[in-house]
């Protein structure tokens, strides 16, 4: 399958699924030069979780744009599956910042770096889903899908809560996700650490990640 070159914005903690909107302000110089770059190149532009910090971060506070951009600025390594889409800038506040949002289109995998400054870019290859769902039928996985759409009923603290989640489960536009977008779709209802839900992006069939959270969810795993 075709790599693809992609601008890697290494957050801590943060972990975004596929088929999200993620809003980003980014008030780093290198950053805003990553944005305005990958829209005009027609790249884009992935969010990773963070491993550790692999260089810290060292700049004189009176550097000029061009030397902050070119500086030994603080490095992560990043995790090496992610997900990415195409930047849109919302709004350009006046000291530069900018007011952002990302949407997440698929995941992908690092094959190896192109370039470290001012910003990281990466070859990737697609992570996709195995075709190994025999013994998954659409009717098991729909029955599935049910399960877990009641348990987050069950877990509502009062009856009001119940309501309100039963009237969003049953709504139209939720209904009508595919099973695919479902499986990560049904992750915003919930918290979870990073580390866990960066487990939940690197399952690569829908299945588990449906049953993954129906587990945790039965073990009152979620708070």
């Known amino acids: 399958m075709d790599s693809v070159e992609i601008s890697l914005f290494p957050i801590p903690g943060s972990v975004t699924l596929p088929h999200s909107v993620v809003p980003l302000h980014i008030f780093e110089p290198r950053y805003r030069v990553m944005i ?5 190149e027609k790249r884009r532009i992935g969010v990773s979780h963070t491993l550790r ?28 599956i992610f997900s990415a889409g195409f930047a849109e800038i919302l709004e350009t506040l006046p000291d530069g910042r900018l007011v952002v949002q990302i949407s997440m289109d698929s995941r992908y995998e690092i ?3 192109l370039q470290q400054i001012p910003y990281k870019v990466v070859n990737c290859k697609p992570y996709l889903d195995r075709n190994d769902e025999e013994g998954n039928s659409i009717l098991n996985l729909e029955k599935m899908r049910r399960h877990l759409d009641q348990l987050f009923v069950d877990l509502a603290h009062d009856h ?6 039963e009237i969003f489960l049953k709504s139209e536009e939720w209904q009508r996700q ?3 977008v479902y499986s990560y779709a049904i992750y915003s209802l919930v918290i979870i650490e990073s580390d866990v839900l960066q487990r939940v992006l690197e399952l690569q069939s829908i299945n588990e990640r449906i049953n993954f959270l129906i587990d945790k969810l039965s073990g009152k795993f979620l708070q």
């Not at 305005?36 to 005009?40: N, Q, R, T, Y």
């Open 53 to 80: 910090v692999v260089t810290p971060k060292k700049m004189n506070p009176n550097a000029t744009l061009l030397d902050q951009l070119n500086s030994n600025q603080e490095t992560y390594e990043a995790y090496p």
């Open 36 to 40: 305005k770059d990958s829209i005009s």
């Open 111 to 113: 094959v190896h770096e």
């Open 160 to 165: 009001t809560s119940k309501e309100v989640m």
């Open 178 to 180: 595919s099973m695919e």
